[in-house]
């Protein structure tokens, strides 16, 4: 086996709160973004309590607000030491981020009016941030700690100094304030929840796109060199096969090279029937042929069976989980060939020893292929599938495993990879699996 294993987004806090998150790929967010902000919403605070105190002369709980102000300097001072600015936060420690935006918030709140301070609605802001960029449990988290914050300043926060006298709303308009941050919180949190996830969707269903063109151009590229190679190689192949027959006939049988003459031989002849299986255009149905279809197991064995060598002993066995019938499948060389390659790689790793199993049940089929050779190397596991990639040298192209996973791809399989574990850890063979959903392989599976 050829083997080894954004935009920124920031929402403002009143006075001036604000938080910033770039999404990634990876459901993290850049912490250097996240600081930076933040340091923007700190002299968007100090500006806003400065302004009203000395601006407007509203005397207002300034040690206590500064304080307040001063847990978000000493937060930002340890983002910004604790590791280097371009690394990236998780995913709960961006969703703590924007709980401590909100309860700063709550407290800013709380010393200012309460939900009568026209800065309550931003209480919004980390809750859409959340909703676009994290998943729904921490959402609906945030939420819940919004709508707890809200209810409290209902009951309790000290009055904003309006004018001498003082203002007080009425209950049924403070009452009105906070249903509108509850229902504008959730309102958000789902539309902007439901956007978001609709562009991620779209986002990972173009990549999946590009990725399989990407492959099936490099498929046809190395399709095109096949069909080149094929074609230049018949005449010097042709040179090479009856040079050996006459030399077979010449060479007297007890000669130390009539063995190496014959296996020359035998070997041009396989040469030649894989040119010519090549240039044969698979037929578009089976045309009522009776060997068109057949057992799956069969349909193994003809792919495996033909890279059996002395050295190396191959075992295949087949058993069905529970009650259902062995699958019967179409005649198909993208199976032939794929499955083929991929014991083929096996056979020539192995110490003394491939097992091919295969397996059935209602819904699935599988095929594993293990082997007792050094293992996948760790470059090509990480890179398995790609073209070009082979942890042997002497001309080998490492085209074995992308052949074969382009080409069962195409019948519907999925091929994963990994090195077996002995004793002491030790890697002690590779394996591969491929997976079918039974509807894509059994011509009898009903439609699903």
């Given at each position: 086996m050829d083997q080894a294993e954004t935009t920124d987004i920031h929402t403002t806090a009143a006075p001036v709160a604000v938080s910033g998150l770039l999404p990634d790929f990876g459901?993290?967010?850049?912490?250097?973004?996240?600081?930076?902000?933040?340091?923007?919403?700190?002299?968007?605070?100090?500006?806003?309590?400065?302004?009203?105190?000395?601006?407007?002369e509203w005397p207002l709980p300034m040690d206590a607000a500064l304080a307040v102000v001063g847990v978000s300097v000493v937060l930002n001072l340890v983002m910004t030491f604790r590791r280097p600015e371009q690394g990236r936060l998780k995913e709960w420690e961006a969703a703590a981020y924007l709980a401590f935006d909100t309860l700063q918030l709550a407290f800013l709140l709380y010393l200012t009016g309460g939900l009568t301070n026209p800065f309550a609605l931003l209480f919004l802001g980390p809750v859409t941030v959340s909703a676009t960029v994290l998943t729904r449990r921490a959402t609906i988290i945030l939420c819940a700690l919004v709508v707890l914050c809200a209810t409290a300043l209902v009951f309790g926060h000290l009055p904003l100094p309006w004018s001498d006298i003082g203002l007080e709303l009425p209950g049924l308009y403070v009452g009105g304030l906070w249903a509108a941050v509850v229902i504008g919180t959730l309102f958000l949190a789902v539309y902007a929840g439901s956007l978001a996830a609709e562009g991620r969707r779209m986002s990972n269903a173009l990549s999946a796109t590009q990725l399989s063109l990407a492959r099936e151009q490099q498929f046809s590229a190395v399709g095109g060199l096949a069909a080149a190679a094929a074609h230049e190689l018949g005449s010097p192949l042709s040179t090479i096969l009856v040079t050996a027959t006459e030399l077979s006939r010449e060479m007297p049988q007890d000669s130390p090279y009539a063995d190496d003459i014959n296996l020359l031989r035998a070997e041009a002849l396989r040469c030649r029937e894989i040119l010519a299986e090549l240039s044969v255009q698979p037929p578009s149905d089976d045309g009522g042929d009776p060997f068109a279809r057949t057992l799956l197991s069969a349909m193994v064995h003809a792919a495996a069976d033909r890279h059996r060598v002395a050295h190396v002993t191959l075992n295949i066995e087949a058993?069905?989980?529970?009650?259902?019938?062995?699958?019967?499948?179409?005649?198909?060389?993208?199976?032939?060939?794929?499955?083929?390659?991929?014991?083929?790689?096996?056979?020539?790793?192995?110490?003394?020893?491939?097992?091919?199993?295969?397996?059935?049940?209602?819904?699935?089929?599988?095929?594993?292929?293990?082997?007792?050779?050094?293992?996948?190397?760790?470059?090509?596991?990480?890179?398995?599938?790609?073209?070009?990639?082979?942890?042997?040298?002497?001309?080998?192209?490492?085209?074995?495993?992308?052949?074969?996973?382009?080409?069962?791809?195409?019948?519907g399989g999925r091929l994963a990879v990994r090195n077996l574990r002995g004793t002491g850890g030790r890697v002690s063979g590779g394996e591969v699996v491929i997976t079918w959903p039974r509807t894509s392989l059994d011509v009898n599976a009903p439609a699903g």
């Open positions: 459901g993290r967010v850049r912490l250097r973004t996240l600081t930076r902000i933040r340091w923007v919403a700190i002299v968007g605070q100090l500006g806003a309590l400065f302004l009203v105190r000395f601006g407007l058993a069905g989980n529970g009650d259902s019938a062995e699958p019967v499948v179409a005649n198909s060389p993208e199976f032939n060939h794929g499955l083929g390659n991929i014991v083929q790689n096996a056979v020539q790793f192995a110490r003394d020893r491939v097992a091919v199993q295969v397996a059935w049940d209602a819904d699935s089929i599988s095929v594993t292929v293990r082997d007792d050779g050094p293992g996948f190397a760790p470059a090509v596991l990480d890179r398995v599938g790609e073209p070009y990639i082979s942890s042997r040298g002497d001309g080998h192209l490492g085209l074995g495993i992308f052949i074969a996973q382009s080409l069962l791809q195409r019948t």
